[in-house]
C-alpha cells in the first residue's frame, strides 16, 4: 500500500498562497467598496453647500484590515476544521445540569436583582470611599434599574407576545409594533382625558389591542407566507402615520406628555406626605418608583410566560403548533384553522397592548417616534435569534440585544482611545446590524433551537429543530 | 383635467423609480423567496455613491457637462452598489441559503440597520443637498401642463434600462438560468447551472438598478440622507407585491400604480395621508386578489 | 339537518352526479356511487383518474362543480358534505382522512400529534381555552382521557415505544400508521384514505391490511381508500369503484370488477405516446413547472376522455356502445387499422355541432388518413379529430379560420393550430398521399 498522491508537504504551502491570494482579494474588493464611501467625506460648509474631505488614510486601513482578517480566516481555516472535530466530541459529554436550571436560577436573579443592585453599589462605594451609605447605592441603581431592567424586561414581554403569533403559531407578523402602540396611546388618551388609573387602563389596553388583532387579522389570514409579513408591515405603518397625522387626538409628532403615573395600590410615587416613600419613611426619590415599575414589569413579563407555557398545553396551543407545521391538516382534523389564526393574532396583540400601556405609564410621554418599523423588526429578531418557541432562548436574545446596547452608551472609556469626538452611541446600531447578521449566520436556529414537546408518555424529549417547521403565514 | 394629468405625469415619475427598486426585491424573492430588507439601503447606498461622485466631479474637474455628469454617477454608482450588494449576498445571505426561512429575513434585517447606520456614521447625519442638475421644462402647448426635463430624464431612462433588462432575462444565458433558478433551484443546478453565480448576479443586477434609480432620485429631489433607504424601500416592495411578487412586469406595474395613488391623493385628498392610502391599497388589492395583480396564483395543493 | 326520508339506510356515503371543473378542464364527470356503512369502499384506477379529487371534493378541500355529496351518520343526521366547510366536515359530518403525500406535524411528537386530532372535545372541555387556563378539573381530566386513546392507538399501530419522537423522525411506513391513527383520534365514522399502503413493504402492507381490518371490526367505522396495491384492495375491500378519467368505469366486489373487461383494458390500454402527447399539451398551456404539468396531465386527460365520450354517462346503460367502446379502446391499443371502422358507428352520431365546416359522416372509402402524421396531432386528437367528421388531410388543408377556431375549441388548444401550422402540413401530406395512396403509409407505419 503506497500513497497515490502526496499532498501532505504541499499542504502548508498551498494554504498560504491560498490564503494571501484571498486576502488581496479581499483588500481590492474593500477597496471598491469603500472607496467612495469611505474615502471621501461629504460635509456642509458656512453656505450650506457640500464638500468633499479626503480621507484616504481611512480608506487605507480599511482596506488593511478586510485584507488581514481574510488571510487569517484562510490561513487558520484548516487548523479551525480540526479544532471543531475534537470540540464536538467534548460536547456531547457536557452535562446539561446548569442548563436544567437556568431557567430557575434566572428568575430569581430577576427577583433579587434591584436589591443586588444597590447592594453591590452600595459596597464599591464603601470600597472606594469606606463611607456605608445604602442611599446613594440607592441613588446609583436608577440607571441600572431603569436602563438595563425595565428596558429589557419590556422588549422580553414584546418578544415573549410575539412569539405566540411567530413562533407557535408561525404568522410571520412585521407589524407587531402596532399593537403596542394601540396599548400605549389608548392608556395615554384614557388616562389624560378621563383620568382612568393605570390598574383599570393595563386590561383596557389590552382589550383594545387585542380587538385590533382581531380587526387587523380578519381580513388578512386568508394570506399566506410573505403577504401577510407585508400586509402586517403595511398595517404596523398605517397605524404610525395615523398616529403622526391625527393630530386633532394625538398631537402628532408632539406626542403625548404629562401621563399619569402607575399607583401601588393607590399609593402614589410622589415627593410629599402621601408618596410612597414618605408612607415607608424612606427619603424621597425616583429610585422607588423605577423599582416598582421593575417588578410590575417583570410581572406582567411573567404573565405572558405562565400564559404561553399553559397555553400551550391547552389545544389552542397545540392547534398553533400544528398550523404552524401543516395547515391543511389541521384542517383535516376539523381545525378552525381561521379562529385559531386570529386567537393566536389576538393573544399576542393582548400582550403587546399590556406592553404598550406599560410602557405609557413608564414614560409619561408617548410619541409616533417609538413605534418606527424597527422596533417591529428588532422584536421579531429577538424571536428568531432566541430560538423561534423558546421563551429562554427569546430572554436571553432579548437582554443580549438590548443590554449589548445599553452597554455601548456606557463605554466612556473608548473615548480615551479614540479621541473626544469619538461617541460610541453613534456606533451602537451599527453594531447592532452587524451583530445580528454575525449571530444568525453563527446560529440561523436561533440560541434555543430545539422544542420541548407539551405533553409526554413515557419521557419528555427536547424535539430537534431540525424537525420543526416554521411555517407558511 | 389638466391638474389631473399632471399630477399623473408627476406620479408616473415617482413611480418609474419605485418600479426600479421594485424590480430587485422582485427577482430576489423570484429566485430565492427572500424578501431582501437591506434592498432600500442599497438604494440609499447608490444615491450617496452618486452623491459623492456628482461632488467629485465638481470639485477635482469642474465644469462637467451635465448628460456626462449624470452618465458618470450612473455608472459608477451601478458598479459600486453592484459590488456592495454582491458583497452582502456573499457575507450575510449565501452562508444562511437552505436554511430557516426566517434567517436570511433577519440577517436581511440586520443588514438593512447596518447599513443605512454605516452610511450615517461615515457621511455623517444630515441631509445632503446638491445643486440642482437639470433645469426648466416644457410646456405642453395649449395648456398649463409642464414636463420637467428631470421627469422626463427619469421616464427616458426607465425606459432604456427596462427595455435592457426585459432583453437580459429573456434573451441571454444569464436570464434563462436565471428564471430556471427560480423554477427549481435543484434542478437547475443537476443541468448544469451555476446557481450561486446566477443568484450572485440577481443581487447586482437588483442592486445596479435600485443604484440608477437612487441616482435619478437625487437628481429629482436634489438631497439625500441616510435614512432615505427605508421609506422608498418599504414602498417599492409594497409595489412589488401590489404587482405581484416574483413578476418582472409585476413590479414595474405596481411601481407606476403606487406613484400614481401618491401623486393623485396628494393633490385632491390629503398629503400627510398618501402613505396611508398607498399601504391601504396594498391591503386591498391583497384581500381581493391575494397574489397581486400580475402574480401567479398560488394553488394550494392537497 | 336530519332528513326526513332516508333512501338506504346501509349507505354511510352517497356520491351522486358529483362533476369537478378545474377552468375548462373535467377532472370528475357525472359520478354516482356509494359506500355502505361498515364497509370498507376502495376507488381505484389508473394514475390521473380523479381519485384524490374525488377525496377532496368528499372532506371539503374542493367545492365540487356539481353534485351532491350526502353522508348519514349512524343517529341518522344526514349532512350535504359539498355544502360544509372543510374542518366542519371533520367536526360535524365525522369523515376523516389521509393524504398521499403524508402530512404529519413533523415536529411534533408522535403523541402530539394525536392530541392535535382530538382538538375539538378538548377544546369543549377546557372550556374553550379559558377553564382550562384556570387549572379547571374537567380539563384535567379530558386531557388525561386524550393522553389515554392516543395511548390506545399507539399499542393499535405499534409506536408506543416512540410516542415521545418527533413525528418526522419515523421510518416511512410507521409515518403511514401515524397518520392513520391520528386520523382515528377524531373518532370519524367515514375514514378516507388516500393510498395509505403506497410505499409500504410487503410486511407492512399486510400489516395495514390487518390494522384497517382491526378498524373496522373494532370501531364500526365505514372506510373509503384510494389504493394501488391491488393486493390490498383485493384482500380487504367489500366493494370496489373504478374510475377511469373522472367516470365510473365498473362498480361492484372485488371479484366482478377483477373480470370486467372495461377495467382490464383502462388498467393495460393506455398507450405511452398519449402521455407524451398531454406533456405537450400542457406545455402549449403555458404551464412551466414539471409538477403543475403532472397536473395538468391528469386533469386535461379525464377533460380529453370525456370530450371524446359524451355519451359514456350511465355506460351500464347502453351496452353495445360500451362494447364499442372497449372494442375501440383495445383495438387502439393493439393498433390495428381494422379498428377504424368501428368508430364510424360509434361516433357518427356524436359528431358535434361543433364541427368544423367540411366534417364528414365518416371516412371517405372506409379509409381515414393517419392524422397522426400531422405533427401536433397524438392518438387522442386523431381520435377527436375522427369523432368530429375530419378523417383526411385535405379536410384540414381546406379549413378556414372559423373552423380552426372550431376545431381548437373541441380540441381545447389556444392558437396551437397557427402556430404549428396543420394546414400547410396537412397540405404536404395531402399531396403526397394523392401521390402515394394512404394505406400504404399506415402499413408502413404499422
Redesign the interface.
Known amino acids: 500500500m503506497k500513497p497515490i498522491v502526496d499532498i501532505e508537504p504541499k499542504e502548508s504551502d498551498s494554504v498560504f498562497a491560498k490564503a494571501l491570494k484571498e486576502g488581496l482579494i479581499a483588500g481590492a474588493l474593500a477597496l471598491g467598496l469603500f472607496c467612495l464611501i469611505v474615502g471621501f467625506r461629504t460635509d456642509q460648509n458656512i453656505r450650506n453647500e457640500l464638500i468633499l474631505t479626503q480621507r484616504w488614510g481611512l480608506l487605507t486601513i480599511f482596506v488593511l484590515v478586510a485584507a488581514v482578517a481574510r488571510f487569517v480566516i484562510t490561513y487558520t481555516a484548516p487548523w479551525r476544521e480540526e479544532r471543531k472535530k475534537t470540540k464536538r466530541v467534548v460536547e456531547a459529554k457536557e452535562p446539561s445540569a446548569f442548563r436544567k436550571s437556568f431557567p430557575k436560577i434566572g428568575l430569581a436573579l430577576l427577583f433579587v436583582y434591584p436589591f443586588l443592585v444597590i447592594t453591590i453599589l452600595a459596597l464599591s462605594q464603601w470600597y472606594f470611599t469606606g463611607q456605608w451609605s445604602y442611599q446613594s447605592g440607592v441613588q446609583g441603581s436608577l440607571k441600572y434599574v431603569d436602563n438595563f431592567g425595565i428596558q429589557i424586561l419590556i422588549y422580553v414581554m414584546l418578544a415573549w407576545g410575539l412569539n405566540i403569533v411567530v413562533g407557535l403559531a408561525g404568522l410571520l407578523d412585521l407589524g407587531y409594533v402596532a399593537f403596542y402602540a394601540v396599548g400605549a396611546y389608548s392608556y395615554a388618551l384614557l388616562s389624560t382625558h378621563f383620568g382612568f388609573s393605570f390598574w383599570l387602563l393595563l386590561p383596557m389596553a389590552g382589550i383594545f389591542a387585542a380587538t385590533w388583532g382581531v380587526i387587523l387579522g380578519f381580513p388578512v389570514l386568508r394570506l399566506r407566507g410573505d403577504y401577510l409579513a407585508i400586509v402586517t408591515l403595511a398595517f404596523g405603518e398605517i397605524i404610525r402615520l395615523i398616529l403622526i397625522n391625527w393630530t386633532a387626538v394625538t398631537k402628532g409628532t408632539f406626542g403625548i406628555s404629562g401621563i399619569a403615573k402607575a399607583t401601588l395600590f393607590g399609593i402614589p410615587f410622589v415627593p410629599g406626605p402621601n408618596g410612597f416613600a414618605a408612607l415607608l419613611g424612606l427619603p424621597n426619590s425616583g429610585v422607588y418608583y423605577k423599582i416598582f415599575l421593575y417588578y410590575l414589569i417583570l410581572l406582567l413579563a411573567l404573565l405572558t410566560a405562565w400564559v404561553t407555557i399553559r397555553l400551550r398545553r391547552m389545544p389552542i396551543g397545540r392547534a398553533w403548533e400544528a398550523l404552524r407545521e401543516d395547515e391543511i391538516a389541521c384542517r383535516s382534523l376539523g381545525i378552525n384553522t381561521t379562529t385559531t389564526k386570529l386567537t393566536a393574532f389576538a393573544t399576542g396583540a393582548m400582550f403587546g397592548g399590556f406592553a404598550g400601556s406599560f410602557f405609557a405609564a413608564r414614560q409619561g410621554f408617548v410619541s409616533p417616534e417609538s413605534f418606527v418599523f424597527l422596533e417591529s423588526a428588532i422584536i421579531l429578531a429577538m424571536v428568531v435569534l432566541g430560538g423561534m418557541g423558546s421563551l429562554v432562548g427569546i430572554a436571553i436574545a432579548a437582554a443580549v440585544m438590548i443590554g449589548g446596547t445599553e452597554l455601548l452608551r456606557e463605554l466612556e472609556f473608548l473615548k480615551r482611545v479614540f479621541g473626544n469626538d469619538f461617541t460610541p452611541e453613534l456606533y451602537r446600531m451599527l453594531l447592532f446590524g452587524l451583530a445580528m447578521i454575525v449571530v444568525m449566520v453563527w446560529k440561523p436556529r436561533g440560541f434555543v433551537g430545539s422544542r420541548e414537546p407539551s405533553a409526554f408518555l413515557h419521557k419528555r424529549k427536547v424535539v430537534s429543530g431540525e424537525f420543526t417547521k416554521e411555517g407558511h403565514g | 383635467m389638466e391638474y389631473f394629468i399632471q399630477q399623473s405625469i408627476n406620479g408616473l415619475t415617482l413611480g418609474s423609480i419605485y418600479g426600479l427598486i421594485a424590480i430587485g426585491y422582485t427577482m430576489v424573492y423570484g429566485i430565492i423567496g427572500m424578501i431582501n430588507f437591506a434592498h432600500g439601503d442599497v438604494f440609499m447606498l447608490g444615491a450617496f455613491m452618486a452623491m459623492i461622485v456628482f461632488l467629485a466631479l465638481a470639485t477635482f474637474i469642474g465644469g462637467v457637462p451635465v448628460v456626462l455628469a449624470l452618465l458618470l454617477m450612473m455608472i459608477v454608482a451601478m458598479l459600486l452598489t453592484g459590488l456592495w450588494s454582491w458583497t452582502i449576498e456573499r457575507l450575510a445571505y449565501r452562508p444562511l441559503r437552505g436554511s430557516f426561512r426566517l434567517a436570511p429575513l433577519i440577517t436581511a434585517i440586520g443588514m438593512s440597520i447596518a447599513l443605512s447606520n454605516f452610511v450615517q456614521v461615515t457621511q455623517g447625519p444630515r441631509n445632503k443637498p446638491i445643486p440642482p442638475l437639470v433645469n426648466g421644462g416644457i410646456t405642453i402647448y395649449g395648456t398649463s401642463i409642464t414636463i420637467a426635463y428631470k421627469q422626463m430624464v427619469i421616464i427616458i431612462v426607465t425606459a432604456i434600462l427596462l427595455a435592457a433588462f426585459w432583453y437580459l432575462v429573456n434573451k441571454t444565458t444569464l436570464g434563462r438560468a436565471q428564471r430556471s433558478c427560480e423554477q427549481d433551484r435543484k434542478m437547475a443546478a443537476l443541468l448544469g447551472v451555476d446557481v450561486d453565480r446566477t443568484i450572485s448576479m440577481t443581487f447586482v443586477m437588483g442592486a445596479m438598478l435600485a443604484a440608477v434609480a437612487g441616482t435619478l432620485y437625487l437628481m429629482f429631489y436634489g438631497v439625500i440622507s441616510f435614512t432615505d433607504g427605508f421609506v422608498p424601500g418599504v414602498k417599492a416592495f409594497t409595489a412589488a407585491v401590489l404587482g405581484g411578487i416574483g413578476s418582472l412586469p409585476g413590479a414595474v406595474v405596481g411601481g407606476l400604480l403606487i406613484g400614481l395613488i401618491e401623486a393623485l391623493w396628494s393633490a385632491y385628498f390629503s398629503i400627510d395621508y398618501k402613505d396611508v392610502a398607498a399601504f391601504s391599497i396594498l391591503a386591498i388589492v391583497l384581500i381581493f386578489l391575494p397574489s397581486g395583480i400580475l402574480g401567479r396564483p398560488e394553488v394550494e395543493k392537497v | 339537518m336530519v332528513s326526513e326520508v332516508q333512501k338506504n339506510t346501509s349507505a354511510i356515503l352517497r356520491v351522486e352526479r358529483l362533476s369537478m371543473k378545474f377552468g375548462g378542464l373535467i377532472a370528475i364527470n357525472d359520478l354516482n356511487f356509494e359506500a355502505k356503512r361498515g364497509a370498507i369502499t376502495a376507488l381505484i384506477g389508473p394514475n390521473g383518474a380523479g381519485k384524490?379529487t374525488v377525496f377532496?371534493c368528499i372532506?371539503g378541500?374542493?367545492k365540487p362543480t356539481e353534485g351532491m355529496l350526502t353522508l348519514t351518520r349512524q343517529n341518522g343526521e344526514e349532512y350535504l358534505l359539498e355544502r360544509m366547510a372543510?374542518?366542519?366536515?371533520?367536526?360535524k359530518a365525522k369523515v376523516?382522512?389521509t393524504?398521499q403525500n403524508i402530512?404529519?406535524?413533523?415536529?411534533?411528537?408522535v403523541?402530539?400529534n394525536l392530541?392535535?386530532?382530538?382538538?375539538?372535545p378538548?377544546?369543549l372541555s377546557?372550556g374553550f381555552?379559558v377553564l382550562?387556563?384556570l387549572g379547571f378539573p374537567t380539563?384535567r381530566k379530558a386531557?388525561a382521557d386524550a393522553?389515554e386513546k392516543?395511548?390506545f392507538w399507539?399499542e393499535k399501530i405499534n409506536l408506543?415505544d416512540r410516542?415521545?419522537?418527533?413525528?418526522?423522525?419515523l421510518p416511512y411506513g410507521a409515518q403511514r400508521r401515524l397518520e392513520i391513527a391520528?386520523?382515528m383520534c377524531?373518532e370519524p365514522e367515514l375514514l378516507c384514505l388516500d393510498e395509505p399502503a403506497a410505499g409500504l413493504n410487503a410486511r407492512e402492507s399486510a400489516e395495514l391490511n390487518k390494522l384497517l381490518l382491526d378498524i373496522r371490526a373494532e370501531t364500526g367505522t365505514s372506510i373509503l381508500l384510494i389504493e394501488h396495491d391491488m393486493s390490498v384492495v383485493m384482500e380487504i375491500s367489500d366493494h370496489v369503484v373504478v374510475l377511469e378519467y373522472g367516470t365510473k368505469i365498473s362498480d361492484g366486489t372485488p371479484d366482478m370488477v377483477k373480470n370486467d373487461p372495461k377495467v382490464i383494458a383502462a388498467y393495460l390500454g393506455v398507450e405511452d405516446e398519449e402521455v407524451v402527447e398531454l406533456i405537450e399539451q400542457a406545455e402549449a398551456a403555458g404551464v412551466?413547472?414539471?409538477t403543475?404539468a403532472v397536473d395538468l396531465l391528469s386533469t386535461e386527460a379525464l377533460h380529453e376522455i370525456v370530450e371524446a365520450h359524451p355519451e359514456a354517462e350511465p355506460v351500464e346503460l347502453i351496452p353495445a356502445a360500451a362494447i364499442a367502446e372497449v372494442a375501440s379502446s383495445k383495438a387502439r391499443s393493439a393498433r390495428k387499422p381494422v379498428a377504424k371502422k368501428t368508430q364510424p358507428t360509434a361516433t357518427a352520431a356524436a359528431i358535434k355541432a361543433g364541427s368544423t365546416s367540411n366534417a364528414l359522416a365518416g371516412p371517405r372509402g372506409g379509409k381515414p388518413d393517419k392524422l397522426i402524421l400531422i405533427k401536433g396531432i397524438g392518438p387522442v386528437n386523431e381520435r377527436k379529430l375522427n369523432e368530429h367528421g375530419i378523417f383526411h388531410f385535405d379536410q384540414i388543408a381546406a379549413w378556414k379560420k372559423a373552423d380552426v377556431i372550431a376545431a381548437e375549441t373541441y380540441l381545447a388548444f389556444d392558437g396551437r393550430i397557427a402556430r404549428e401550422d396543420w394546414i400547410a402540413q396537412a397540405k404536404k401530406l395531402a399531396k403526397e398521399s394523392q401521390v402515394k395512396p394512404a394505406p400504404k403509409k399506415t402499413g408502413g407505419a404499422k
Open positions: 384524490t377532496n372532506t378541500f374542493y372543510d374542518f366542519v366536515i371533520t367536526k376523516a382522512r393524504f402530512r404529519l406535524f413533523s415536529g411534533l411528537t403523541l402530539e392530541l392535535v386530532a382530538q382538538h375539538n378538548l377544546m377546557s381555552t382550562g387556563l380539563y386531557a393522553i392516543a395511548r399507539l408506543v410516542a415521545d419522537d418527533p413525528a418526522g423522525d391520528r386520523a377524531t412551466d413547472d414539471i403543475a
